[in-house]
């Protein structure tokens, strides 16, 4: 027990205030890492061989932001991860290589680049590397929400390995590359200002995640936003740079950015780019804390 006078801090303040800092993690920075931890990290000793994106912050120890944590993951050729399931949902955003697949509760999708993949809650899951070639992409899982509301629970797969009961197209699972190009094709301009378009995958995709893919032409500058949401945007093609706060962030394919929750950013585009915004929308919007602005610059 204390006194309310004595608060190190208040207990309210006027406005959001994350202490959570803008960051982006280079890809080419950390292939380099990855791959030397092919040669000395078998995923027999490490389950899912990752690199956790962890913001910067002072004293946080694991979030990427407040909500989500991101990573970069890989496997390499004839390795398997074992089948495991766990209370946060996961998706992957897949960077490079080809002959991997992911199974969930069963049904075995190919991991194809660009490809967004699903692992809802509680569904069990591995992965394998059938091909030829090293797989990487990126996970994004609710993880820290559910530290913050403590309903965790995790389960390692008695046989190690799930059974295949279907082998075939995923829709419910996979957002593929190829469809998520067409449909920007097809889309209008965005009215927003902060990007040149953007689809939703699902409605949204998961309870507690939203996905977006956008859309950013050569020479586009956003408009300055701020929302309550945290969002963690994946490079998949082009370069540019987001202004967060004051700080400049350059990224290019593969990298991957961290904007905490009310923190004013903007983007400026290089090389027509494209990018995947995972977000924890649903989460606020479900609490009616949900708040965006949108500014000119």
């Given amino acids: ?38 040669a000395l990290v078998s995923t027999e000793f490490a389950e899912r061989r990752n690199l956790t994106m962890r913001n910067p912050a002072p004293d946080n120890a694991y979030c990427t932001v407040r909500t989500m944590v991101a990573a970069y993951q890989m496997i390499r050729p004839g390795e398997t991860a074992d089948a495991h399931r766990h209370t946060p949902s996961a998706l992957r955003i897949i960077l490079d290589g080809h002959g991997s697949f992911t199974t969930v509760d069963g049904v075995r999708v190919e991991m194809r680049p660009g490809d967004v993949l699903l692992t ?21 899982l609710d993880v820290p929400l559910i530290h ?9 797969h008695p046989d190690k390995l799930e059974k295949v009961f279907i082998d075939q ?8 590359w190829e469809d998520s190009r067409e449909r920007l094709r097809a889309a209008k301009a965005a009215p927003d200002g902060m990007t040149s378009k953007c689809i939703a995958l699902g409605n949204p995709a998961m309870t507690t995640i939203a996905l977006y893919v956008q859309q950013l032409e050569q020479g586009f500058h956003s408009r300055v936003k701020r929302t309550t949401a945290n969002q963690i945007l994946t490079v998949l093609e082009g370069e540019g740079e987001t202004h967060i706060d004051g700080e400049i962030l350059k990224w ?4 991957v950015i961290a904007v905490p ?16 915004c995972a977000t924890d929308e649903p989460v606020l919007a479900k609490l009616n804390l949900l708040k965006s602005t949108i500014e000119s610059e």
């Fill in 169 to 176: 197209e995923a829709a419910a699972l996979a957002y593929r």
């Fill in 252 to 255: 290019r394919r593969g990298d």
């Fill in 1 to 38: 027990m204390e006194g309310g006078w004595h608060r190190r801090r208040p207990a309210l303040w006027p406005q959001p205030n994350s202490i959570l800092l803008p960051y982006c993690w280079h890809y080419d920075q950390v292939k380099p890492i990855l791959e030397a931890a092919g």
């Fill in 261 to 276: 929750s009310w923190r004013a950013y903007q983007h400026q585009i290089s090389a027509n780019a494209i990018m995947v």
């Fill in 120 to 140: 809802p809650s509680q569904s069990w899951h591995s992965h394998e590397n059938i091909g030829t070639e090293d797989c990487y992409w990126i996970d994004v």
């Fill in 148 to 156: 913050l509301l403590e309903p965790m629970f995790f389960e390692r």
